[in-house]
Antibody, heavy 120, light 112 residues
Framework: EVQLVESGGGLVQPGRSLKLSCAASGFTFSNYGMAWVCQAPTKGLEWVASISTGGGNTYYRDSVKGRFTISRDNAKNTLYLQMDSLRSEDTATYYC?????????????WGQGASVTVSS | DIVMTQGALPNPVPSGESASITCQSSKSLLHSNGKTYLNWYLQRPGQSPQLLIYWMSTRASGVSDRFSGSGSGTDFTLKISSVEAEDVGVYYCQQFLEYPLTFGSGTKLEIK
């Protein structure tokens, strides 16, 4: 069974850092691109960042470029999101998602989410 | 960025009736490979999103055939025939023609 389990969320002050992890199991992690998608309270889904299978290619939405870093450790089957210089508008639930092997960008498996609250 | 605009439903929808959710993109999502790069997801209350439809009209594994996707390059429809209680939630369309990947604002389905 495919499983994605996020961890590392919590309450953090503006300007500080937080690192999210997403532990993958039930599939060959290194064969799949991965992504982070966030959802602010009572709001819709917003793509944050994506990473290729080997980690050599990364993509970010403009609002997090230079502040967030997506990475992965294929030996540990784990995806990461390093979040620096956090702002109140980064408050959201962050989901990791698997990019399917189909052409295009189809996210076919999602974690349960990690909650991040940025507040003083 | 490609803007995705979703329509609303006349909630609540009576159980057993059909429901159609619309989504419009600001740019054609027709890829050069002939596929249309649009997905549909359902987020049930308190749950994470799940894939329903990809390439505009292909149902994901395990998805009921009550769900069907159709459209053109910029106008799309997710139809749910004979809605059931388990269909309650928010439906999102998402384009993956180019970065940044963008979602519609979501369409809520309530059942009567």
């Amino acid at each position: 069974e495919v499983q994605l389990v996020e961890s590392g969320g919590g309450l953090v002050q503006p300007g500080r850092s937080l690192k999210l992890s997403c532990a993958a199991s039930g599939f060959t992690f290194s064969n799949y691109g991965m992504a982070w998608v966030c959802q602010a309270p009572t709001k819709g889904l917003e793509w944050v960042a994506s990473i290729s299978t080997g980690g050599g290619n990364t993509y970010y939405r403009d609002s997090v470029k230079g502040r967030f870093t997506i990475s992965r450790d294929n030996a540990k089957n784990t995806l990461y999101l390093q979040m620096d210089s956090l702002r109140s508008e980064d408050t959201a639930t962050y989901y990791c998602a698997r990019r399917s092997l189909l052409p295009g960008y189809v996210m076919d498996a999602w974690g349960q989410g990690a909650s991040v609250t940025v507040s003083s | 960025d490609i803007v995705m605009t979703q329509g609303a439903l006349p909630n609540p929808v009576p159980s057993g009736e059909s429901a159609s959710i619309t989504c419009q993109s600001s740019k054609s999502l027709l890829h050069s490979n002939g596929k249309t790069y649009l997905n549909w997801y359902l987020q049930r209350p308190g749950q994470s999103p799940q894939l329903l439809i990809y390439w505009m009209s292909t149902r994901a594994s395990g998805v009921s055939d009550r769900f069907s996707g159709s459209g053109s390059g910029t106008d799309f429809t997710l139809k749910i025939s004979s809605v059931e209680a388990e269909d309650v939630g928010v439906y999102y369309c998402q384009q993956f023609l180019e970065y940044p990947l963008t979602f519609g604002s979501g369409t809520k389905l309530e059942i009567k």
